[in-house]
């Protein structure tokens, strides 16, 4: 079973066009992020959310917009997509812990190629 | 401010060889974790391994060991005898103790030759 899912894998689109990729673990974990993969490999986050609530956003255009319905899905909503968006985006999650400053490890779901043309 | 170093762009070997990518962090935080990641070329990213702050104990796994160091704020990995399989991109990251997020190196891409 895989334990952190994105769809799509490959999306081709258009300047000016909107598009969304979805993101789904089934491990259970409270924290979810999404990073986001330049041309040069350098891998950066972009969104935390930890319980469908948004904790960290890292300057982020506001084109970008994440979702999350509840712990298992965040979404990851683009708006007049641009040539420097394209990259490969990466969606991960963990289980925060209990506890002060515990936590577990991130896993990473296989990543969304988006090429904008 | 937080940041993770690997200042190997990239590193060919030839198979059996032992490699040792290196990996130097900034933190002001007592509490965090170290990582490591691999990417091969199909694109995924796979845990290695983690390391909190209070465990400096190396770490040996089959042909990987990694060698964590406080005092010189380096957590350095090896791949004994190395094979093709290991070629990939290795990413080394750090995370503080709160909220979590991965700070990542440049990356390492590890090219070994048959």
């Known amino acids: 079973d895989t334990a952190v899912s994105q769809t799509p894998k490959y999306l081709v689109t258009q300047m000016g066009n909107d598009k969304s990729i979805k993101c789904e673990q089934n491990?259970?974990?409270?924290?979810m992020y999404w990073y986001k993969q330049d041309s040069k490999k350098f891998l950066k986050i972009m969104f935390s959310?930890?319980?469908?609530?948004?904790?960290i956003n890292e300057t982020v255009p506001n084109r970008f917009s994440p979702k999350s319905p509840d712990k298992a899905h965040l979404n990851l909503h683009i708006n007049s997509l641009e040539l420097g968006d394209s990259a490969v985006y990466f969606c991960a999650s963990h289980r925060q812990g209990s506890g002060t400053g515990y936590q577990e490890t991130q896993y990473f779901g296989p990543g969304t190629r988006l090429l904008v043309l | 401010a937080q940041k993770v170093t690997q200042a190997q762009t990239e590193i060919s070997v030839v198979e059996k060889e032992d490699v040792t990518l290196d990996c130097v962090y900034e933190t002001r935080d007592t509490t965090y974790y170290l990582f490591w990641y691999k990417q091969p070329p199909s694109g995924e990213l796979v845990f290695l391994i983690r390391?909190?702050?209070?465990?400096?104990q190396n770490e040996i796994s089959g042909r990987y060991s990694w060698n964590f160091q406080k005092s010189t704020s380096s957590f350095n990995f090896t791949i004994t005898a190395s094979q093709v399989v290991d070629s990939a991109v290795y990413f080394c990251?750090?995370?503080?103790?709160?909220?979590?997020?991965?700070?990542f190196g440049q990356g390492t891409e590890l090219s070994v030759k048959p």
């Open positions: 390391r909190n702050s209070f465990d400096e």
């Open positions: 990251a750090l995370s503080e103790a709160e909220g979590g997020k991965l700070i």
């Open positions: 491990l259970g974990h409270d924290t």
């Open positions: 959310y930890n319980n469908k609530e948004l904790i």
